[in-house]
């Protein structure tokens, strides 16, 4: 069959498909029934956190925090055309630590990871999301739902084996590929997920503003036969050298109690 | 003395071929690293939903092969809710996911002891765009891009509720992989990452997991993002 017949078949079959759901009526949430999910887009900046470094962790630290709406989707194809124009709350503070592990090469997502220490997110609807910590003592007022007896850690990695992009603030410096998923829960009991406990998965960019790519490129080539401390230090010092900020569309997706 | 010596030369030989392969790869990365992307990134909210066959079991493993229609996951601008109510846009021709567990646990494993790894991945779009993992090729000589699934089934937060049908027993499941696209459509040539924030659905509710391991028959349910450039 000619190319151009098979691609005429296949749009075919996908408009018939198309219909038989469209006519099934579907409307749930894109996990199923039982589930309350939300996709928010958000842009934050960061600014350092104590303890700053950690050079024998291999971590840097930083606080996130920024404004949140709603992802824009055109509903026909399914593209995120953008963000809309109304505020949903605020994204952060979230104190996020960023690891190096010499031990993998740069062209592995295991390179360079990313984990959520301490992140909040603050709805205009009353709801809180935080993380689950199990064995947490020391519950905040106002967080009577927070007790949690297992965790979700977050697992983020940079992809830096992607490549660079061009900062989405525009500017020098470059932008970086950042994904990863993990656990949260709301607290209070208020708003359109109250006292759901799920995860959050993240599938955006980091963008850094100083250092230039064939910077960034120096310093890891520095990994060629395996990072030493000295190497491990240029690169932290080098991603907490610039001015930090990240958007990225993010999946939150919850179960259970709803008051 | 000589077995020695020649052990050594070989451990020696192995440790530069070795390095060399690593920096080849690197030397890749690097020189992808001095210039930007040109391409503008792509970015997708769809929805999966899955019929899946046992393809494999071990004492700590289970794989599935999943198919089904992929449709958009459309969002509500004033409050963000999610859901899979959109148009179908392409097809998960195959998908074949692996369970790997910690075998030593009584009952269902915790959270932090499941693994969700992707073995093999085809998703077509009507635009032409197939969507394939991005991962080292072992019969090649030289790595490449590697970004396998890494994801859990998250048999802590309890079933979630509501379950109906042939697979009312659901659990969350959630993870990230690398994804390039060929083919003919807009995603043909570039790469990027595919994020699952859904479920998987059982006949039951499993005790343990040489129970789960025994369905023949599951089915994955996720809205997932995908953003490439």
Known sequence: ?259 | MKRLALTALLLGLTASASAGFLESALDILLRSLRSFSGAEALKYSLHYDLQGQRSGSGEDWVSWRLEGPVRVATVDTSDAQWRGEGPVVGQVVEWELRLRVDPTVAGLPRNTQTELGSTSLRLELADGSVLTELLDDPATPLPETDIPLQGRLLFELGPIPGGSGPYPARYRATGCMGVQGSGSGALAGRRGALCISGAFGFPRRPADFAELRSFEQVEAVSGFTLVLH
């Open chain 1, 1 to 259: 069959m000619p190319l151009r017949l098979k691609r005429l078949a296949r749009a075919g079959l996908y408009a018939c498909l198309g219909l038989l759901v469209a006519c099934s009526g579907s409307s749930s949430p894109p996990g199923g029934e039982g589930l309350r999910s939300l996709l928010i887009h958000f842009e934050v900046n960061a600014t350092p956190q104590a303890p700053y470094v950690d050079l024998a962790a291999g971590e840097v630290f930083f606080r996130f925090e920024g404004d949140m709406v709603a992802s824009a989707v055109d509903p026909a194809t399914g593209q995120v055309t953008g963000k809309g124009s109304k505020s949903l709350g605020r994204f952060g503070p979230a104190v996020v630590g960023f690891r190096v592990n010499p031990a993998r090469s740069p062209t592995s997502s295991d390179f360079l990871t990313f984990r959520c220490i301490d992140c909040s997110i603050h709805f205009a609807d009353g709801a809180l999301l935080r993380p689950l910590l199990p064995g947490d003592a020391t519950i905040p007022a106002g967080e009577p739902l927070r007790s949690s007896a297992f965790d979700i850690p977050m697992q983020g990695h940079f992809l830096q084996n992607l490549g660079v992009l061009s900062p989405q603030t525009g500017g020098i410096g470059f932008g970086l590929r950042g994904v990863g998923c993990g656990g949260t829960q709301e607290v209070t009991g208020k708003g359109l997920l109250a006292g759901g406990r799920g995860t959050i998965c993240m599938n955006g960019q980091f963008d850094f503003s100083s250092p230039s790519p064939a910077a960034l490129a120096q310093v890891l080539a520095g990994f060629a036969d395996g990072g030493d401390a000295a190497e491990v230090a240029a690169l932290l010092q080098l991603l907490a050298g610039s001015l930090l900020t990240g958007r990225s569309d993010c999946a939150i997706t919850v179960q259970g109690q709803r008051s």
